[in-house]
């Protein structure tokens, strides 16, 4: 089993920034790609950013510029950096991570979602 804790959520003004993290922890042989996606109220939840193992990353157009994704591979982190928050970015924001575990003589696939951490951003 993978497990997942976020950290670093909050309430900020307008222009402020945050922070998230992510942590996995289990029997984790290597992690292709992690991620974080959001869902606002009301509204479908959506990829915010995405990093694979060897650096490479992929934003939402709403958040380019503003957000940055980056990863400690040896501690199986993966971190938001959020800049310029804006209202619009009020939700609750999860990390996802798939890779691959590896527990006595099994290897595998693994999906985990983090628990979720609320960000509100006030006008």
């Known amino acids: 089993q993978v497990q997942l804790v976020e950290s670093g959520g909050g309430l900020v003004h307008a222009g402020g920034s945050l922070r998230l993290s992510c942590a996995a922890s289990g029997y984790i042989d290597n992690i292709p790609k992690m991620g974080w996606y959001r869902r606002a109220p009301g509204k479908q939840r959506e990829l915010v950013a995405s990093?694979?193992?060897?650096?490479?990353?992929s934003y939402a157009d709403s958040v380019k510029g503003r957000f940055t994704i980056s990863r400690d591979n040896a501690q199986h982190t993966v971190y938001l950096q959020m800049n310029s928050l804006k209202p619009e970015d009020t939700a609750v924001y999860y990390c996802?991570?798939?890779?691959?575990?590896?527990?006595?003589?099994?290897?595998?696939?693994?999906?985990?979602w983090g628990q979720g951490t609320q960000v509100t951003v006030s006008s």
């Open positions: 990093m694979s193992g060897g650096g490479l990353s």
């Open positions: 996802k991570v798939e890779g691959f575990y590896r527990s006595g003589s099994y290897y595998g696939p693994f999906e985990s």
